[in-house]
């Protein structure tokens, strides 16, 4: 079993940043990535960042170049540096490893 607790999330104006930060513990498998997925109302969860153990990352075309994703395999933590958000990045964002998700921590865009 894995919990995977976020943090991080809030109201901010566009062009502003928010850092999201998950903790992980229980059975991790140090093996899997983990990522960071959203999802805004009335849509699909998507996709948004993914990070091996050995620090490759992925990111959704949407988010390239405005957010950063990082793991601390010491701490069991992975992180999301979101900068220059838009009003479309509005969304519930939930941390991912595996088969496990987190609750999910609300961020919110105002225009």
């Known amino acids: 079993q894995v919990q995977l607790v976020e943090s991080g999330g809030g109201l901010v104006q566009a062009g502003g940043s928010l850092r999201l930060s998950c903790a992980a513990s229980g059975s991790i498998n140090r093996f899997s990535a983990m990522g960071w997925y959203r999802q805004a109302p009335g849509k699909q969860r998507e996709l948004v960042a993914t990070i091996t153990t050995g620090g490759s990352t992925m990111y959704a075309d949407s988010v390239k170049g405005r957010f950063t994703i990082s793991r601390d395999n010491a701490k069991n933590m992975v992180h999301l540096q979101m900068n220059s958000l838009k009003p479309e990045d509005t969304a519930v964002y939930y941390c991912?490893?595996?088969?496990?998700w987190g609750q999910g921590t609300q961020v919110t865009v105002s225009s």
């Open positions: 991912n490893h595996y088969l496990y």
